[in-house]
Nanobody, 129 residues
Framework: QLQRVESGGGLVQPGGSLRLSCAASGFTLDGRAIGWFRQVPGKEREAVACVSRGRLYSDYARSVKGRFTVARDNAKNSVTLRMNSLKPEDADVYHC??????????????????????WGQGTQVTVSS
């Protein structure tokens, strides 16, 4: 059975850090492109960080570049999103997603939610003092 689970969300003060984890059962993540998305109600789902299979390509939204880092742990069949220097505007439900894009498809492809076939249920991140 295909199942993907995000964890690690919670409440953090501005300037704090969180580490989100995306784990899968039923298939392996290391051969997939992985994206982390967030969605504020009433807005489009936004890609914040993406990584290709083999770590050949990665991409970050301008709003999180330098603060967020996506990493793969193939031994644990998981992908993490390390979020530092969190801001109130980072508060959202974060989803991980898996796709089959090649590392050479580029930014437009990796940032498109339509390229990802498999989605987790999401984990809430709240940034507040």
């Amino acid at each position: 059975q295909l199942q993907r689970v995000e964890s690690g969300g919670g409440l953090v003060q501005p300037g704090g850090s969180l580490r989100l984890s995306c784990a899968a059962s039923g298939f392996t993540l290391d051969g997939r492109a992985i994206g982390w998305f967030r969605q504020v109600p009433g807005k489009e789902r936004e890609a914040v960080a993406c990584v290709s299979r083999g770590r050949l390509y990665s991409d970050y939204a301008r709003s999180v570049k330098g603060r967020f880092t996506v990493a793969r742990d193939n031994a644990k069949n998981s992908v993490t999103l390390r979020m530092n220097s969190l801001k109130p505007e980072d508060a959202d439900v974060y989803h991980c997603a898996a796709g089959t894009m090649s590392p050479f498809e580029g930014t437009t492809s990796y940032r498109s939610r339509f390229k990802y076939a498999y989605w987790g249920q999401g984990t809430q991140v709240t940034v507040s003092s």
